[in-house]
């Protein structure tokens, strides 16, 4: 039986996610902004890869607290905004974050208590490019885990069945730890040095010296797990570059904050992880100079 979803941030990310789910029957809540006016008259329009469909009808609101009861509320605000969950996030319930970085499981865990959280992974290239209208580029593949304990539970086996009958593949992970820095190990170059460099993932896979430098740090970045507790396989950077380099060409979510000069997520993705590495014992030089630079550009962005 398909469950009740909450979507918390109804952009390229909890767009897509959201309007498969309810594609394929699933009873779905978005919470919205600067959209809610417009979804609520016209729907959401999603084109994808796997093919275009659109949402005629959308269960949209304003405020958190309109939103009934739901079985899994999906977390998919960028992770600047975490500042308001308090006020977001429902009392009892599942909640599934699908944010990118470090330490996110942490803040909603202060808010709902530890039990209730489950962390997930998103593999999605997608934007939003006008108003209830998404646009679906490439994969979409996600990976959930535990947050409280490690092992695959029944309520996670239920989220990854109503994901895959989405057409969403929905992986099980044992240790979230483990896949939060395998995510981290992509996030980290690509996600940095596109802003830093003003690149697209082809041209950063295309330029000898910029592909040796992302594989550079894949390399320190998967020390970094190790150091902290979390061993990756052996393969780790070999796919993730033969993965980046099938990819279309992408302007990561971080360039696309830079450029419409939005904060960008440079505590969640670069911060925690290092500061967890330092913690632990690690020097992570190439990802502490990536942090330096982007203070300085989310600074300077800032305060224009």
């Given at each position: 039986m398909p469950q009740r979803y909450a979507i918390i941030g109804t952009g390229a990310l909890g767009g897509y996610y959201g309007c498969r789910l309810q594609h394929a029957g699933c009873d779905v809540h978005f919470?919205?902004?600067?959209?809610?006016?417009?979804?609520?008259?016209?729907?959401?329009i999603c084109e994808s890869k796997e093919g275009d469909f659109s949402l005629p009808k959308a269960k949209a609101y304003r405020r958190a607290q309109d939103i009934p009861a739901c079985d899994v509320t999906v977390v998919a605000l960028k992770t600047t905004q975490n500042h308001y969950l308090p006020d977001l996030l429902p009392p009892t319930g599942i909640v599934?974050?699908?944010q990118n970085g470090f330490g996110n499981e942490d803040a909603i865990a202060k808010v709902t208590g530890p039990e209730c959280v489950v962390g997930g992974l998103a593999f999605l290239c997608s934007n939003k490019v006008g108003p209830g209208h998404i646009r679906h580029l490439d994969y979409g593949h996600i990976a959930i885990g535990e947050f409280a304990k490690r092992g695959v539970t029944d309520r996670l086996r239920q989220i990854a069945a109503d994901f895959e009958r989405a057409g969403i593949p929905c992986q099980t992970e044992p240790d979230l730890m483990v896949a939060r820095w395998k995510k981290l190990v992509w996030n980290i170059p690509y996600n940095g040095l596109s802003v830093i460099l003003n690149a697209q993932t082809d041209e950063l896979m295309r330029h000898?010296?910029?592909?040796?430098l992302c594989e550079a740090i894949m390399?320190?970045?998967?020390?970094d797990a190790h150091?902290?507790?979390?061993?990756?396989?052996?393969?780790?950077?070999?796919?993730?570059?033969n993965y980046t380099e099938k990819m279309r060409p992408y302007r990561t979510s971080m360039k696309i904050d830079f450029d419409e000069h939005r904060p960008m997520e440079v505590e969640a993705i670069f911060g925690n992880p290092l500061r967890a590495a330092q913690a632990a014992g690690a020097k992570s030089p190439l990802l502490e100079t990536l942090y330096r630079q982007l203070e300085f550009l989310n600074q300077r962005s800032a305060n224009a």
């Open positions: 919470l919205l902004h600067s959209d809610y006016d417009h979804v609520r008259q016209n729907g959401i599934l974050t699908l000898p010296a910029t592909r040796q390399y320190e970045v998967v020390a150091t902290c507790g979390s061993s990756l396989t052996a393969d780790t950077v070999p796919t993730m570059l």
